[in-house]
């Protein structure tokens, strides 16, 4: 299906309108129960016409177009480092990045430690972006996992992957710099996460705010596009993405 391609009055299956956006069939219909995306039923089925998703994603649906975007970007492996404008842009960035990661049955995983807000907070702010966190934790596809300050990015998702050993899932990862780390600590780290991703096949996404990277020098700010395979720009004038290493497909 292409938006904008076929006759406007042709009625779209759920199935098939969260598969082109990268989302569940669930939060497709939770749209339509809100009234965010106009549905209609034919038979025990329900159908969305083109025009009114045109229409939706015409009106800046961010965390719709975000998902849809990231969907044709991410691959796997991938480890990729992405720079937000504000906090509100990077907690959007966070629950998209999962959505994809949803929508192709992964193991998602939310690393917390680099955000001053708690687990809680943050869980929150992926059920307001879209990311039904609360359900896929009970059925085990989600975890929260707090960040030891002590200890490297790569031994707490080892511990992740050995707990996933044979579970046949992909890991999707994301971390956070909201704060302004020690910077050579942090970029040793990056590479470390880039290598682990390529070995085992892991898709990792860490996002800092601009602010923070803004007080890198050029040779840091180089070495941290160098170390991973794709960068994420996003902020209130749009998306950026660039690819710069892809990683070894499995």
Known sequence: MGVGSGLRGELLGVAEVADYLGVGPVTVYRWCREGRLPCLKVGKSWRI??????????????????????????????????????????????AAFMKVGEARGALLVKFHGG?????????????????????????????????????????????????????????????????????????????????LADARQLVIKTAVLERVADGWDAGERRRAQTSHSGTISLSEAGLSLARVTPLSPG
């Open 115 to 195: 955000e001053s807000e708690p687990a809680e907070e943050l869980r929150a702010e992926l059920e307001r972006n879209g990311l039904e966190a609360a359900r896929l934790e009970e059925e085990g596809r989600l975890l929260m996992v707090a960040e030891d300050p002590a200890e490297a990015r790569t031994e707490g998702l080892r511990r992740v992957l050995e707990g996933e050993a044979g579970g046949g899932r992909t890991v999707w990862a994301s971390f956070n710099w909201m704060k302004r780390p020690d910077v050579e600590r942090a970029l040793a780290q990056q590479e470390a996460l880039a290598e």
């Open 49 to 94: 016409r083109q025009e009114a998703l045109e229409d939706f994603l015409g009106r800046g649906e961010r965390p719709a177009t975000l998902v849809g975007q990231l969907r044709g970007f991410l691959g796997v492996p991938d480890c990729v480092i992405a720079v937000a404008e504000t906090p509100e842009l990077l907690h959007q960035l966070d």
